[in-house]
């Protein structure tokens, strides 16, 4: 009861809550809806233009999904190959680094160039942009390990792969779900870049031109509709971790 409380009810009614004073301070101040529309003129455009809104979030979903599909392989190989070796380490992370402060939103003008208007600069923007923090924590969660439990590990014959994989990898977990729930909004967030910049569906095409229309409703839709799918996602990852790093999360009290 206490969890549904915290975790549902509590956000549940803040929401509302923000939602109202919207509204009010919209109808009190005066506020032009090309500025700032109330939440009930959304939501008449999320049902009025709700065929496209569907649509193109399916679109904005599944390269998202993609994106940060190949972004989990990448990054677990990443992390995983950076944590083994002082070596990889010192070769890759630098890079990664700089080309971590590139913005994304200069490198999709040269995917388009690559591979054309479409989904696939929107997969690949969404995974560059989420990628380096799964590696990132996963290559922390390895060097966690402390080193007597190594050198006690090795003693009784262990070598260092099966250091990795039997207490490496598993003391890592923690870190690597922890790190989902960021790049699965920052894959989000390459995937709408990409499609305002060059793309033919999508919520970031379709709030792109909704915007050259001054349908300013539907943008603020687009917005919402973006906003559901990615806390949808969230709570999906946050499952996904409490089934998998449940041992990792202190017991809760009671009351």
């Not at 496209?52 to 390269?63: F, H, K, P, R, V």
Request: glycine fraction near 10%; aromatic fraction near 10%; charged fraction near 10%.
């Amino acid at each position: 009861m206490k969890n549904w409380k915290e975790n549902i009810l509590a956000p549940l009614l803040f929401t509302i809550v923000l939602l109202v004073l919207w509204e009010i301070a919209c109808r009190v101040f005066g506020l032009p809806t090309t500025v700032l529309p109330p939440p009930t003129l959304i939501a008449k455009a999320m049902v009025q233009y709700w065929p496209a809104i569907w649509e193109n979030s399916l679109q904005t979903l599944m390269t998202t999904l993609l994106g940060f599909a190949l972004a989990i392989v990448f990054g677990l190989v990443l992390g995983v190959g950076i944590g083994w070796s002082k070596m990889i380490y010192g070769a890759l992370y630098p890079v990664m680094i700089a080309f971590n402060a590139i913005p994304k939103v200069a490198v999709v003008p040269i995917l388009i160039i690559w591979f054309g208007i479409g989904t696939i600069p929107a997969i690949l923007t969404a995974f560059l942009i989420s990628f380096f923090p799964i590696v990132v924590n996963v290559a922390t969660g390895l060097a966690t390990t402390e080193p007597e439990l190594q050198d006690v590990l090795r003693a009784l014959g262990a070598s260092k792969l099966d250091v990795v994989m039997k207490v490496g990898i598993p003391r890592s977990m923690p870190y690597f779900f922890g790190s989902l729930k960021v790049a699965i909004t920052l894959a989000f967030v390459g995937s709408v870049v990409s499609e305002t910049i060059g793309a033919n569906s999508g919520l970031g095409q379709m709030m792109l031109a909704a915007q050259a229309g001054f349908n300013v409703e539907l943008v603020f839709a687009g917005v919402m509709a973006l906003a559901i799918l990615g806390i949808a996602l969230y709570a999906i990852t946050a499952l996904v971790e409490r089934r998998f790093t449940g041992w990792a999360f202190r017991a809760e009290g009671i009351g």
